[in-house]
Every structure is written in structure tokens, then in C-alpha cells.
């Protein structure tokens, strides 16, 4: 499936919820490619997982769905940093669930983050990762801009909110054109932990990743 498609997936699944500063700073970024080598070491591990997504897609169609997953999680583990992610999605109740429930809900926050990746970046054609080797700072936090460029539509911008952890830089979120993922992950999740608490929640995760690696 042509990049064109991913961009329009990816826009059709997340709400209309602007992340202000942020998308602000997305927003205003120049257009055109970004072809100095990143220097800085949050956008040298992003340039990285790029050049890995496109390594996937272009064995996408041979790989299958779920090949292109078993490839992506080892660079999906490192990238990102998924327990912060899931208590961020999982919201207040984090506090109440038991350890247990919280390395299960990371586990399976984990597997849904992969698949949602084996799925949408299923093929290759022409596409490329234009980054900003510009690293803006918010607080302790980086923000490493680029752009999901395909070869006959329009450039979709992306932007990591990256954190240091003890394994170096790892993204936190993920802005779709100002949209913020975990976000829209939280609004997502909020019924299925109101109404089942983890197990609810655990339930839920392992039928949208269920949906999409079939």
C-alpha cells in the first residue's frame, strides 16, 4: 500500500485534539528536506527507527502483517519508552492497579505500539524521512521534527517527544500533524478502565491489536 494511504490512515484515526506549543512548533516548521546528518543523539535514535521502518516497508508485502511485527518490535522496545506511555494512557487509575496489573497492561500497551506499526507501514513506494537535525528543548524533554514524505502526496509532519532514561533518549510521544498519539490513546482507553478497570482495559488492548494483525 503507497504511502498516500498510510498518511490518509493515520490522519482518519486520531481526533481533532492540537497539541498548542507543540503543534505550534510543527506548524511552523520550514517546509523542504532536512538533509544534514543529526548530530544529536535524540534524533540520531530517531533517524534510526526511520531508516528501519523503511528497511520493513520495503519488505512489507513478502512479510506479511504479522513478519513485519516480529521485525519492528525489537526497534519499537527501543525507541520507546512504553511504561511511561502506558501509566500516561492509563491515567489516575495507574495508582490503583496492583504490579501485576501493570506489567501486563505494559505488555500488551507494547504489542499494541507494534502492531499498529506492522499495519500501517505495510509497503514501500518511493517514500522517505526528511528530519530536522534542529533539536528543540521543552523543559527535560527533546523534540526531534521530520517529515513522512511520500513520493506523489503531501508530506505528513511528525514530531517525538523524547525523554533521557538510563537507555538513552526514548520517545514519550508521538505528534501526527499536531496530533498527539498518547492523547488520543488516553481518551481511547478511559471507558474500558472506568468500566473494567485493568482487566477491562487488557481486554480491550488485545482486541485492537487482534484487529490489526489479522
Same mark, same amino acid.
Given at each position: ?13 486520531? !481526533?481533532?485534539?492540537?497539541?498548542? +506549543? ?28 526511520? /531508516? ?38 492509563? +491515567? ?26 506492522? /499495519? ?31 513520493? /506523489? ?38 471507558? !474500558? ?10 481486554? /480491550? ?10
Amino acid at each position: 500500500m503507497a504511502t498516500s494511504s498510510v498518511c490518509s490512515r493515520l490522519a482518519s484515526r486520531l !481526533p481533532t485534539l492540537l497539541a498548542s +506549543g507543540l503543534a505550534a512548533a510543527v506548524l511552523a516548521a520550514s517546509p523542504g528536506a532536512f538533509a544534514a546528518p543529526p548530530t544529536d543523539p535524540a534524533a540520531e535514535r530517531v533517524d534510526g527507527f526511520d /531508516h528501519t521502518l523503511l528497511e520493513v516497508m520495503k519488505e512489507g508485502p513478502a512479510l506479511g502483517v504479522k513478519g513485519r511485527a516480529r521485525k519492528l518490535e525489537p526497534a519499537v522496545q527501543s525507541i520507546f519508552d512504553l511504561p511511561t506511555m502506558t501509566r500516561f494512557a492509563v +491515567g489516575p487509575k495507574w495508582a490503583e492497579m496492583t504490579a501485576a496489573q501493570q506489567q501486563a497492561l505494559i505488555a500488551a500497551f507494547t504489542r499494541l505500539s507494534v502492531a499498529n506499526y506492522a /499495519h500501517n507501514f505495510d509497503s514501500f513506494s518511493g517514500e522517505r524521512f526528511d528530519l530536522d537535525p534542529v533539536v528543540q528543548t521543552r523543559g527535560a524533554d527533546k523534540i526531534v521534527q521530520c517529515k513522512l514524505v511520500p513520493a /506523489h502526496d503531501k508530506p505528513v509532519a511528525l514530531l517525538y517527544r523524547m525523554r533521557q532514561t538510563p537507555d538513552g533518549w526514548k520517545i514519550i510521544d508521538v505528534y501526527y500533524d499536531g496530533v498527539s498519539q498518547l492523547t488520543t490513546r488516553r481518551s481511547d482507553f478511559a471507558q !474500558p478502565v472506568a468500566s473494567g478497570g485493568a482487566a477491562g482495559l487488557l481486554s /480491550h488492548l488485545q482486541a485492537l491489536t487482534d484487529k490489526l494483525l489479522k
